[in-house]
């Protein structure tokens, strides 16, 4: 008897943003990173729908539950997660749950893809948010370091909601220190994009700032081509100012950027804003490190240039 594939690990990074949250969301470029932190989901048939050992409670899971309803009607399935992602910190906790959780059905389906599991991660996390970008998502599946809607950098895939389109692109990046400082306040994204939309729909003045975050944007990337640490760090700065505009940053981001700043290049939040983590480009980083435990963050050091989705596929008799 020839044994049967019924047990699927796959693995994703999460994340962080150097240029273009929200900004993103209206179709502006953006530049994100995979780092070594990852959300793990192991899955396998089943008679009923499980999670973590006990019976689905789609309420409490609107991700998981987005996506089985869409990807896995009316089938069991027995789902185990794990994650060194802190929940709600800004690093992508939730799109490496959706493309971990996909590219496992996908394997269990026979299906492939990268692009295919990227995109049905971003519908998931459009579903739950109401308002999102491919750029978690797609980071999160390729791994290493990703560009959305800039000409520079190797074509991936092109996502589009309604009449927004986003052109995907892999970038190559310099080896860089990165300190995250976590805040410790859980911010969940979909209300911050909702906030920054209506902000959008009724300023023009917030228009012009996302405009200007486009600019930054732009030249954050030139910044990075060239590894000019200095000028790139000066432009993650600006664009946290920018964000702080927008009203998405917080007393305990600001404290964390501004006693960073001393020690790094540059420092800015990353992610939707309002709690979560700030970044520090550093040479610097157990100053860095104390810095931000002297002003009440928990600080890690992350390293890039890691791999996207990977899956692992176990079989059975």
Partial sequence: MKPVMDN????????????GEHAVVYGKPALALAIDRRFRCQVSHSEEIYLDGKIFEPNKHPY????????????????????????????????????????????????EGEGLCAKRSFDAELGVQGSASPLDTSVSTHGHGISINLPNGRHLWDIQHEDRRWSVGHIDVPEMTLVVG???????TGPLVAKVRRYYDHSAFAREIIDEIESVTIEGEAAIRAQDMVRLGSLMTQNHKLLSILGVSGRELDRLVDASLMYSYGAKLTGAGGGGSMIALTDRPDDVCEA??????????????????????????
């Fill in 64 to 111: 998981t539950y987005f996506i089985l309803s869409r990807y896995w009607p009316q089938r069991g399935l027995d789902i185990e997660l794990d994650s060194d992602i802190p929940s709600g910190s800004g690093l992508g906790s939730s799109a490496a749950l959706c493309v971990s959780l996909n590219a496992a059905l996908m394997a269990l389906r026979g299906e």
């Fill in 292 to 317: 931000i435990k002297l002003h009440g963050g928990t600080p890690f050091v992350v390293h890039t240039e890691q791999p996207g989705v990977t899956v692992q596929k176990k079989k059975r008799l």
């Fill in 182 to 188: 976590y805040t410790g306040v859980h911010a969940p």
């Fill in 8 to 19: 699927i690990v796959a693995s994703a990074p999460g994340k962080v943003i150097l240029f």
